[in-house]
């Protein structure tokens, strides 16, 4: 059974880059059929896909964030990671990495890791 865990800092000052890592168990992250996703949950607002990494690297983001976002990937440690640039309190929220056989999702429908709260603060 596949699990995913990220992994970063809880805290992020105002214009810096957020990055967190996604480690992956039970599953490699270049098999075919499945994709690897960032979700968030901004504080007060609805889930809102950023982007996404396929079995062969190639990326997606969303259009909102394609100036600031990157996504990347270790396959030596089957991790894939998630950087933000420029954040501002706007990105404060609960990010999710996530394995799922569609490229862009926002449903329960794949493999969610537990989250991990983000605050973006002076």
Known sequence: QVQLVESGPGLVKPSQTLSLTCT???ASITTDGYNWIW???PHGKELEW????????S????????????????TSRNQFALHLESVTPED???YYCVRDRLIVTTQRGGSWGPGIQVTVSP
């Open 50 to 57: 950023m982007g996404a990494i396929n079995p062969s690297g």
């Open 39 to 41: 979700i968030r949950r």
């Open 92 to 94: 404060t929220g609960v």
């Open 59 to 74: 990326t997606v983001y969303n259009p909102s964030l394609k100036s600031r976002i990157f996504i990347s990937r270790d």
């Open 24 to 26: 992956v168990n039970g």
